[in-house]
């Protein structure tokens, strides 16, 4: 059972902002400051979107951002387009492992 | 240009075994953290095992003591040994790449394609 919840879907409208937490189930996952967020297209590998809880890679869209508060963090995708729907991981390293999320498919209405 | 190559999935009976292959381009295997992820068919990323640039290797739970990771420096590969498969190890199984530049594997930044295994009689 993963240490890290997540729904497992939203949907938002082209154009709106959406925002998927990611909640630390373990007391022992700590300050939770590492936390990355990866987008999975079907058929696809993973596809790095943030580190280090708001950092994004180069070549990643600004639409993209990541936050936390305690035990959660978020990843807020802003101005909704067609090609974000996919599934979004959240992932926290602890103690030489890494965890992920079970997967948010977001739908693009 | 980084680039991370898998090899040698395929069908296996329960209780037998593979060894899949991640051939890499673009860095060295030996001075990079590398991972393998495998993800069953419509499920989510599961975490498998780290190679660190030091030779330490860790493992999920799930595997310990039937997987095997280790890499080739004259070929540039990244290895996974696997042993006494079960059913619940069929996945599409990826090799990843840390940052160099990080001291902690805290993300990936490169994937390769992945590699499908299917464990079945």
Same mark, same amino acid.
């Given at each position: 059972q993963s240490a890290l919840t997540q729904p497992a879907s939203v949907s938002g409208s082209p154009g709106q902002s959406i925002s998927i937490p990611c909640t630390a189930t373990r007391s022992d996952i700590g300050g939770f400051f590492y936390v990355s967020w990866y987008?999975?297209?079907?058929?696809?590998?993973?596809?790095?979107?943030? /580190?280090?809880? #708001?950092? +994004?890679p180069s070549g990643v869209s @600004? +639409? /993209?951002?990541?936050?936390? #508060?305690?035990?959660?963090? #978020? @990843?807020?995708? #802003?101005?909704?387009?067609?090609?974000?729907?996919?599934v979004y991981y959240c992932s926290l390293y602890t103690m030489n492992t890494i965890q992920f999320g079970g997967g948010t498919t977001l739908t693009v209405l | 240009e980084v680039q991370l190559v898998e090899s040698g999935g395929g069908l296996v009976q329960p209780g037998g075994s593979l060894r899949l292959s991640c051939a890499v381009s673009g860095f060295t295997v030996s001075r990079n953290y590398l991972a393998w992820v495998r993800q069953a068919p419509g499920k989510g990323l599961e975490w498998v095992s780290f190679i660190y640039n030091d030779g330490n290797t860790h493992y999920a739970d799930s595997v310990k003591g039937r997987f095997t990771i280790s890499r080739d420096s004259s070929k540039n590969t990244l290895f996974l040994r696997m042993d006494s498969l079960r059913a619940a190890d069929t996945a599409v199984y990826y090799c990843a790449r840390v940052p160099p530049w990080l001291q902690v594997p805290y993300y990936f930044d490169f994937w390769g394609q992945g590699t499908l295994v299917t464990v079945s009689s």
């Open positions: 987008q999975q297209h079907p058929g696809k590998a993973p596809n790095l979107l943030i /580190f280090e809880v #708001s950092n +994004r @600004l +639409r /993209f951002s990541g936050s936390k #508060s305690g035990n959660t963090a #978020s @990843l807020t995708i #802003s101005g909704l387009q067609a090609e974000d729907e996919a | -």
